[in-house]
């Protein structure tokens, strides 16, 4: 494959990964497969990430990931901020964002401070009312968020939703209502560690019930002051206006990097043969799309889409799904079945509560009415 039939466009996205150390032991880390070794990236590798980074592209997304990337300590990354000056004053006003997903633990007024000065967005974690079972530290965590929410510093959390936190998605929901956090349900990641756990492993059949039933109340809840998702994703898939990546083509803006340079398609984990190799492999971050992992990625992404775009009714809307859902469920070229499931029971629902909405002028969620007002407008 010639380098001049990739299109890569302005924007890049890239995952960093600065360290594996961790301070905290979720009973459901999909990263506990490879350890917490409290091996740190240097400066120089960040360096040299940009050097090849910042001549192609326009908008730069930067993911600090983990491990816990607050480890590295707030003096590591007010020199990333001064690195990424650099290479903006040399190449130009660059977009440059940056994005912290923590745990959230290290979380203080220094921190707070340097985000608000750099305009960094932070997404937290947190299971609600089952966090103690799943993640611990619920106490600790709970006074960080009021902490920022003093500091007028947004609060938004992923919650990884098991089998033993499903029947209690509802609950979940009130609770970050009262304390005035945007969340993010995920089912949890099938891995080796989550497979040999009941506590954890989900099935689809019972998922989609609680969530078919969340949606519902989500749907016409007129307190509703917080953004909830995948529910809000779901709606703008409705309409085709899905931003999610695992519901749009993520391919060619989308890497990740570990703190040794090595290059993966994404932050999930992947096989070694999608690997990209190594970013002082390379003078310009593109050619690691060309590197054979990420052809092999590509092959078996483009095949996954043409089966689903003639076997699938909602093709148009879903694109195919996530590679890595689909490698998880063992063949890159076939969809991943638990979400397919999912992604149609979501959709269908989402449709009939909408007619029901216009048919019968009932109040909803704000979330909602915004959403649908922009298509009548």
Same mark, same amino acid.
């Given at each position: ?58 908008y730069i997304t930067l993911i600090w990931h ?75 965590? +709970?006074?960080?968020?009021? !902490? ?9 959390? #992923? ?9 209690? !998605? ?31 492993? !989900? ?11 969340? %949606? ?34 993520? +391919? ?10 090595? #290059? ?56 195919g799904g996530c590679s890595n859902d689909a %490698? ?24 009939? %509560? %909408? ?23």
């Amino acid at each position: 494959m010639e380098e001049k039939s990739f299109d890569f466009g302005k924007t890049i996205n890239i995952i960093l990964k600065p360290t594996n150390a961790c301070n905290m032991r979720c009973s459901y880390c999909y990263h506990a497969e490879k350890g917490y070794a409290n091996n740190r990236m240097s400066l120089d590798m960040f360096d040299h990430i940009c050097s090849i980074t910042f001549p192609h592209y326009e908008y730069i997304t930067l993911i600090w990931h983990g491990g816990e990337p607050l480890l590295m300590g707030i003096d590591f990354y007010i020199q990333v901020c001064n690195i990424i000056d650099k290479f903006k004053e040399i190449y130009g006003n660059k977009s440059v964002k940056m994005i912290f997903q923590t745990n959230s633990l290290l979380i203080n007024h220094e921190w707070i401070n340097f985000f608000n000065k750099h305009h960094i967005h932070v997404g937290t974690s947190f299971d609600g009312v089952c966090n103690e079972l799943t993640r611990g530290n619920t106490q600790d965590i +709970l006074n960080v968020f009021k !902490l920022m929410q003093e500091e007028s510093f947004p609060v938004s959390a #992923i919650s990884v939703v098991t089998s033993q936190t499903l029947p209690h !998605l509802l609950e979940d929901y009130h609770f970050y209502k009262k304390h005035k956090i945007n969340i993010k349900f995920n089912p949890v990641f099938k891995t080796d560690l989550t497979q040999s756990n009941e506590d954890t492993l !989900l099935t689809s059949e019972s998922f989609i019930k609680h969530m078919l039933t969340f %949606l519902s109340t989500w749907f016409y809840d007129t307190n509703c002051n917080i953004a909830v998702e995948p529910f809000i994703d779901f709606c703008l898939m409705s309409i085709n206006k899905s931003k999610s990546c695992s519901f749009s083509s993520c +391919l060619l803006n989308w890497l990740c990097v570990d703190w040794m340079g090595n #290059i993966t398609p994404c932050g999930r984990n992947f096989p070694e043969e999608y690997n990209m190799g190594n970013v002082h492999d390379y003078l310009n971050i593109q050619e690691a799309f060309y590197s054979n992992g990420y052809l092999k990625l590509l092959k078996g992404s483009v095949q996954r889409r043409a089966y689903c775009k003639i076997n699938c009714p909602i093709f148009d809307k879903c694109h195919g799904g996530c590679s890595n859902d689909a %490698l998880i469920y063992e063949d890159i070229t076939k969809p991943d079945i638990f979400y397919c499931k999912y992604v149609k029971a979501m959709l269908a629902q989402i449709d009939s %509560l %909408l007619e029901n909405y216009k048919s019968n002028n009932i109040n909803v969620n704000p979330y909602v009415e915004n959403i649908f007002k922009q298509v009548t407008m």
